[in-house]
């Protein structure tokens, strides 16, 4: 049957999937039962950022009024048997910012894949990052503004909408079994919902691919480490800093037991220097050592601080140098990229991730 105009339209189109998509890269079949692609770091970094993909394809469709027959989106999780689950929406102009991601059970079992392949994930939320395209232009620069002024997201709408998506997705499926992923600004609020539960002791794999590290609050911090040492111990005498008060053994036995368990959630870091978005997660002030991916992944976790936040950074190494291709999502899933990880006591990182460290405050139950 000849195809329609529409469809030879969708499929030369430059978000088509045949188009941008990977290449060289094998799609699940009945061989997955005995050796699983997702076993496999660059498989899965590659899967994982179409699926970020998709997100933007989403809102690209819904702007143009496309639907799951005639859209982009839907050929980019397709052919990894995930379907649809769930969209996330900002009520304020129903823009839509996230979606998760299942497995399809049913789509597996039409190419004879009688169970879900070992390290293929239930569930990715995935979050995109900001569209420079009416009419979700205005929601996605004011959070970026957000960020760039405070470093956070939590006052975002979108911030609780993402979160409590993530929970619904851990209650379904387990935490092991649910990945959270999002790309530029998607992936700042990756990172702090992913945190939000790992403070209540609930870990999921989450994956950030070029994540946003400038902002003004750091800037200003940067200016005099005077004001740095002043504001500290002003801060420390304020009631509300929301640490318990312990002195001596009893402080560093309670901070160790934390920062032990904390230490299970290791986020995913894909960084470009040439970006200069993400690319203070590799600032020399951090003392990296860049190593092969190679390495011996127990040797790799020897060789980190016991008083840094573990991190899996990965720089690339071989890609673009141009901004806009260097911030871009595309660069993760091409054939011609190479990557190193990087062993890295990130200044960072570890900032903004230190309140995972902090320990909750006494309950009223126990204050005397």
Not at 2 to 13: D, Y
Not at 78 to 93: A, Q, S, T
Not at 216 to 231: G, H, P, T
Not at 323 to 343: K, N, P, R
């Amino acid at each position: 049957m000849a195809k329609s105009t529409a469809e030879t339209s969708e499929e030369g189109h430059p978000y088509a999937f045949n188009v941008s998509g990977p290449r060289n890269l094998s799609f699940p079949n009945w061989k997955e039962i005995i050796r699983s692609s997702w076993n496999d770091c660059n498989y899965k970094r590659t899967v994982i950022a179409c699926f970020i993909q998709v997100v933007y394809l989403l809102e690209l469709d819904r702007q143009e009024n496309k639907t799951e027959e005639n859209g982009l989106a839907p050929k980019w999780w397709k052919p990894f048997k995930y379907k649809l689950g769930h969209i996330l929406v900002d009520d304020r102009d129903g823009s839509i910012f996230g979606a998760i991601i299942e497995w399809d059970r049913s789509a597996a079992l039409s190419n004879f894949i009688v169970m879900r392949p070992s390290g293929a994930p239930r569930a990715v939320l995935a979050l995109r990052g900001t569209l420079l395209k009416s009419p979700s232009m205005r929601r996605d620069l004011e959070d970026d503004l957000r960020f760039l002024a405070w470093e956070s997201l939590k006052g975002s709408v979108r911030f609780n909408v993402a979160l409590e998506a993530l929970k619904s997705a851990v209650n379904k499926f387990g935490s092991c079994n649910v990945c959270v992923a999002g790309h530029s600004l998607g992936a700042g609020f990756a990172l702090q919902v992913g945190k939000q539960l790992a403070k209540q002791g609930i870990f999921v794999e989450a994956h950030l691919f070029n994540p946003p590290s400038v902002s003004l609050a750091n800037s200003i911090r940067n200016v005099s480490e005077k004001a740095v040492f002043a504001w500290k111990r002003i801060r420390g005498m304020l009631p509300s800093n929301g640490e318990i008060q312990l002195n001596g053994e009893d402080k560093n036995a309670a901070e160790s037991k934390v920062c032990a368990e904390i230490k299970k959630w290791v986020p995913n870091l894909y960084v470009n220097n040439s970006d200069y978005i993400c690319c203070y997660y590799t600032d020399p002030a951090g003392t990296a050592e860049i190593a092969a991916s190679s390495v011996d992944s127990s040797e790799k976790m020897k060789t980190k601080s016991q008083g840094h936040i573990p991190t899996n950074l990965f720089v690339m190494s071989k890609g673009p140098q141009k901004f806009l291709e260097a911030h871009g999502l595309e660069q993760w899933w091409s054939d011609d990229m190479e990557l190193q990880e990087a062993i890295h006591d990130s200044k960072l990182i570890t900032r903004q991730l230190k309140s995972l460290y902090t320990l909750p405050p006494p309950s009223q139950g126990n204050k005397k």
